[in-house]
């Protein structure tokens, strides 16, 4: 039985600072931001969207009359979450209409959670056949202006159904871990925004990623060759790309011109949202699905997640017959495209209006930045979620 993908929701909000603007308005060479890390935009998160929120636009896309009844497990995967103790996959399933008796569970472990997520609802698919998974990954990337994690922001959702005989891809049983107790990046129960060593990250992130594709290569017997394409967490595009670049030596010219080729079909949305952490690698699926012009159904693709802190996972999965068919390519586009570009100023404005970290009654700007799902404020100490 194959088990895996059926189909991709990905939403983020409808607004984006140019990085050549913001690269100038920090007194940077705009290719620094445009070339040295690989982006173009960064997505800016109203007050009026929140983990939660993002996340239920993005799964509002692939929730139909039919799945609803078969959707038995949420497993929401963010290191964004808006509460100490309720699973932000509780207030999902309410503002999605899911049964009751749906089990809906938090995730957490930095980037990998979202990939976790799907590891456990393979396996939940795996002991009931007929049940179908929520996953999500939302996250808002904050590392606070001027600092030099600034210019790695940005967020939004990735959701996806995990059910028996996917239409876009089935996941192998196999995979590989290595995990290891880090200080890379960590965000402390008193921040809104993460603290990293960007350097030391970095070079950690190509480690996790050798060592776990070794590991499947030596548990499976892969080879590169039998890779159609090698798609990565991209917290920044460069990032994957230096990865990638790491194991090239492994293969010829062709071989590894062919995945150069195809990492930059999967960078392409990546570029213009910026860091979308748990929903990065899939953002990066999703990319390279609706933008590449050779892949076919049969061809295996390998995934690397990563989770700072640090856990790293290496696996493959299958296209299937149709697999674009079941892609809103002109919608996501579309979405894309329409964004509202906003100053630098009005970047930092939006930036600063987050709702705080306090117990006071807090009223957002939901009435000027319309979504079907938003968060409308906090009211005696609890959030406010609307549906439009």
């Known amino acids: 039985m194959k088990i895996g993908i059926d189909q ?4 983020t909000p409808g607004f984006y600072v140019d990085m050549a603007e913001l690269a100038r308005a920090r007194q940077e060479d705009p290719n620094k931001y445009l070339i040295g890390i690989g982006q ?8 009026s969207q929140d983990a939660v929120t993002m996340a239920a636009n993005a799964a509002d ?11 038995d497990l949420i497993l929401f995967g963010t290191e964004s979450g808006v509460d100490n103790s309720k699973s932000a996959a509780i207030y999902l ?8 008796q749906t089990q809906s569970i938090e995730l957490k472990q930095a980037c990998y959670a979202m990939t976790a997520g799907i590891q456990m609802a393979t396996d939940h698919v795996a002991a009931h056949p007929q049940s179908q998974v929520l996953v999500v990954g939302a996250d808002i990337a904050r590392y606070g202006l001027h600092s030099a994690g600034e210019p790695t922001q940005g967020g939004g959702a990735m959701a996806v159904i995990i059910k028996a005989e996917p239409q876009i891809l089935a996941v192998s049983s196999e995979s590989t ?9 960590w965000r402390p129960l008193y921040a809104t925004e ?22 499947y ?11 159609k394409a090698l798609i990565f967490h991209l917290p920044y595009t460069k990032m994957g790309l230096k990865a990638l670049k790491s194991i090239l030596d492994q293969t010829d010219s062709d071989q590894a011109n062919r995945l150069l080729r195809e990492f930059e079909y999967s960078r392409v949305y990546n570029r213009e ?3 979308l952490y748990t929903g990065s690698l899939y953002l990066s699926l999703l990319s390279l699905l609706s933008n590449s012009e050779s892949l076919a159904a049969g061809d295996q693709i390998g995934l690397f997640s990563y989770g700072s802190g640090a856990e790293g996972e290496f696996y493959t999965a299958i296209l299937q017959p149709h697999y674009r068919e079941h892609l809103n390519v002109a919608g996501i586009e579309a979405a894309l495209s329409h964004r509202t570009q906003l100053t630098v100023a009005e970047y930092e404005t939006m930036f600063k209006s987050q709702l705080p970290l306090s117990q006071g009654d807090f009223v957002t700007d939901f009435q000027k930045y319309p979504a079907k799902f938003y968060l409308a404020g906090q009211k005696n100490q609890q959030r406010q979620y609307r549906k439009a």
Do not use: C, W
């Open 217 to 227: 290569q030596e548990k499976t017997d892969l080879r590169i060759t039998d890779l």
């Open 61 to 71: 896309q692939i929730i139909t009359d039919e799945n609803r009844q078969k959707i």
């Open 8 to 11: 991709i929701g990905f939403y």
């Open 93 to 100: 399933q309410q503002l999605l209409g899911l049964s009751n």
């Open 273 to 275: 949202v910026g860091n």
């Open 177 to 185: 871990h290595y995990v290891a107790d880090i200080m890379d990046f």
């Open 194 to 215: 993460a603290l990293v060593d960007g350097k030391y990250s970095s070079k950690q992130y190509i480690e996790f990623f050798k060592r776990t594709f070794a590991a």
């Open 40 to 47: 173009r935009k960064q997505a800016v998160i109203p007050n």
